[in-house]
């Protein structure tokens, strides 16, 4: 289902109209990344949490997906040196593959864990020693999946020029671990620019924003709360 997002009668922008806002716009709009604070999600950690995020279903909408591609082919362009694509089992696959089809570069992909026949690989594909890879996820939460990635490239020989994500959850403990490596990262949308587009849509109300805005201060602090006020209810 895709959601009308109408932009008629609606306030005027308070901030700039940027590409974080307008691909934060296109997963709202296919429901690929859903807000609900009012009845929060359960993650895999069992984290209550006011968002949930599904950036697969971006792939089935070929106008969208061609409006992502366009984006990381323009954050690529920041690191001319790239020799190779690497996507993040199993969500960065596609893109990455996306991506080194746009670019003309070889592609691989890395494992969550080494494959437990044959040659056990960690990085399926060919890379030439040394190359210098950009690496592609889908989704940065805590950015432990991709630094494990990047950590298998390094392992391999290779360079690290930077990791790619669609979205990311802006949490700073993602900061924290991406700056401990040394590694760069980048995305095309992110929570806050999501909030903005959200609330202009009226997705979401001006309590609900704020609401929202202290989430990703604090997940584990929220989830508390959120999971307290469900008991008093």
């Keep these: ?10 306030p005027p922008l308070r901030h700039k109209m940027t590409i974080a806002h307008k691909i934060a716009d296109r997963l709202l709009e296919i429901q690929s990344v859903k807000l609900n604070p009012g009845q929060a999600y359960t993650w895999a950690s069992g984290l209550k949490s006011p968002i949930y995020c599904d950036n697969r279903k971006v792939l089935s909408y070929p106008k969208i997906r061609s409006e992502i591609v366009d984006g990381f082919v323009s954050l690529a362009n920041q690191y001319p040196d790239t020799g190779a694509i690497a996507g993040v089992a199993t969500a960065g696959i596609a893109w990455g593959a996306l991506l080194a089809e746009h670019l003309n570069l070889p592609f691989c992909y890395v494992r969550s864990k080494p494959k437990e026949h044959g040659l056990k690989n960690m990085i399926e594909g060919h890379l030439e020693p040394g190359a210098k890879v950009l690496v592609i996820e889908d989704l940065i939460s805590t950015g432990g999946s991709s630094i494990e990635a990047c950590q298998a490239i390094l392992a391999g020989g290779f360079q690290i020029e930077g990791v790619l994500a669609i979205f990311q959850y802006e ?8 700056a401990e490596k040394s590694l760069k990262f980048q995305s095309l949308s992110h929570f806050t620019a999501l909030l903005e587009q959200a609330l202009l849509h009226k997705i979401i109300t001006s309590n609900e924003y704020e609401n929202l805005k202290s989430w990703n201060l604090d997940p584990q602090k929220w989830s508390e709360d959120y999971q307290l006020k469900q008991l008093t209810i």
Aim: aromatic letters at 16%; glycine letters at 6%; proline letters at 0%.
């Design 171 to 178: 949490f700073g403990i993602a900061k924290q671990k991406f």
């Design 1 to 10: 289902m895709i959601i009308n997002l109408n932009f008629v009668n609606l």
